[in-house]
């Protein structure tokens, strides 16, 4: 779930010296009854709207939620009373959360119930695998944290409820991933679709061709929030059905789920008539992170604390490549407790001076598909597959709707990335659509379409490095049908 300044209340801001004496007014220590959504919704209101015009103010409240997040994981919660003996006395803000355990996927399965907090009452669940060689996990949400949220959005929006003439309609894409199955207030009415079969994009296209009638409302659909697949498909389908919607009639369309590569995204912008946001959100926890066109990384919502592990020695690092650990503050999430949370992530920190965040991240990939090239040099499949994601004659596995004329179209080309010994750097090994044998001079144009890609459209350390080195990059193209299948879903 991610809140845009159009979607929540902002009042007048105030000074940077006002809002921190707010935040300082609240006790020194934090319990759960100081973080009422009353009192925290009007301080998120504003960080969420201005981000690093009150990031130094923030960071204060951040410090303390996160030691309530602590204390309330110590008490409550028999893995982490166990884990955390030396902290349960001591005060953790973000300096002292480096000191603490990280849990990893391998630890919430060996202590599912270990991380679930006693003094929270079931009430759903959202679902994650995570990789293909895990077991699916099912995670478990409250009702007190479900009725908080419902609460902290109800007082973050309740001007615009107040001032919508006409609330908009919606298309969610139903889903129990990225805690997209809870209902958090909002403006307007959002029909449930499911993208992933047939029946789905078909119910979509007509929800998106037909007026309604709900009081209160507009008549048509205004607003999409789906998985970036999800929009692909749609968008094939449409396309090869002649299918055009008013150009005003979309406002907005928010997708979630998989990398996105730019060239693509243009595409559906011009088709859709508006922009798209991409977010990127976690099954396990509440909140996440949102692109930002103005520096083009990915900003971090404030329900939740990001680190970047330097991938060497596990040292928490402000700038450069590492791996992505997340903690989800208290009390958005409550029930499913998760301190220092190993995201399996590889992704890029750096620095801007964007007024959305002092801080960036571009994520390059899962961690366990990505290759090292050079020291603290990382290339990741998922930024791989997003800049060679329109070089022509790349074959792609099938997508599996039966409604699609073309049913590999939404999906990625075929390949695999690996450092097979000190001769390359890096070797690419991609499946074609037409016998290499038989288009021999169409082979080495693909190579050097494939090589510009690699040289210009991955991370700026990765591209001058291998620009420096375009001898030591050996692309491989396959004939079609020689590459075995994989799971595309998880790169």
């Not at 999430?333 to 890029?348: A, E, N, P």
């Not at 590999?408 to 695999?416: D, E, T």
Request: aromatic residues 12%; proline residues 6%.
């Amino acid at each position: 779930m991610c809140v845009t300044q159009e979607e929540s209340y902002v009042a007048p801001g105030p000074t940077l010296e006002e809002y921190t004496n707010w935040i300082k007014d609240l006790p020194a220590r934090l319990e759960p009854e100081h973080v009422g959504s009353a009192v925290m919704a009007p301080l998120f209101s504003h960080v969420l709207a201005h981000p690093a015009r009150y990031e130094e103010g923030f960071a204060l409240l951040r410090d303390k939620m996160i030691d309530l997040t602590v204390r309330m994981a110590c008490e409550n919660t028999s893995y982490y009373g166990n884990s955390f003996e030396t902290a349960k006395n001591k005060y953790t803000g973000y300096d002292q959360l480096e000191e603490l355990p990280l849990i990893t996927k391998d630890n919430i399965y060996q202590h599912e119930y270990g991380i679930i907090s006693d003094i929270t009452t079931f009430g759903f669940v959202t679902f994650t695998t995570g990789t293909i060689s895990q077991r699916p996990l099912l995670i478990q949400r409250s009702l007190e944290e479900q009725q908080y949220l419902q609460n902290f959005f109800s007082v973050l929006q309740s001007k615009q409820f107040e001032s919508e003439a006409s609330q908009p309609l919606g298309i969610s894409e139903g889903s129990m991933n990225h805690g997209a199955v809870l209902k958090i207030p909002g403006f307007g009415y959002n029909f449930m679709v499911e993208l992933i079969r047939d029946y789905g994009v078909l119910r979509t296209a007509w929800l998106l061709q037909n007026e309604f009638d709900f009081p209160g409302h507009q008549q048509k659909i205004s607003k999409l929030n789906v998985t970036y697949m999800g929009l692909c498909v749609l968008y094939q389908y449409l396309k090869q059905e002649n299918i055009s919607l008013p150009k005003d009639q979309l406002d907005a369309i928010t997708i979630f789920g998989w990398p996105v590569p730019p060239k693509r995204k243009k595409v559906m912008e011009d088709f859709f008539g508006t922009s798209i946001t991409d977010n990127f959100s976690m099954s396990e926890m509440f909140g996440g992170a949102r692109y930002c066109d103005n520096c083009h990384g990915f900003h971090f919502e404030p329900f939740v604390v990001p680190e970047v592990l330097n991938l060497e020695n596990g040292d928490r690092i402000d700038e450069g490549v590492g791996e992505l650990v997340i903690t989800p503050l208290f009390p958005f999430s409550q029930r499913f407790v998760l301190i220092r949370y190993k995201t399996s992530d590889l992704v890029k920190v750096y620095g801007t001076d964007c007024p959305a965040g002092k801080k960036a991240y571009i994520f390059k990939g899962r961690l366990q598909r990505s290759v090292k090239i050079a020291p603290k040099i990382y290339v990741g499949e998922a930024e791989v597959a997003k800049a060679i994601d329109d070089v022509p004659g790349l074959s792609r596995p099938p997508s599996d709707f039966s409604i699609l004329k073309e049913p590999s179209a939404p999906n990625w080309p075929k390949f695999k990335i690996k450092k097979p010994h000190d001769d390359y750097l890096l070797e690419l090994t991609a499946e074609l659509t037409f016998s290499p044998e038989e288009r021999s001079e169409l082979v080495e144009k693909t190579k050097k379409m494939m090589l510009k890609r690699l040289t210009t459209d991955l991370t700026s350390e990765v591209c001058s490095r291998l620009q420096d080195n375009t001898a030591d990059v050996n692309i491989r193209l396959a004939a079609p049908n020689t590459l075995s299948e994989r799971d595309y879903w998880n790169l």
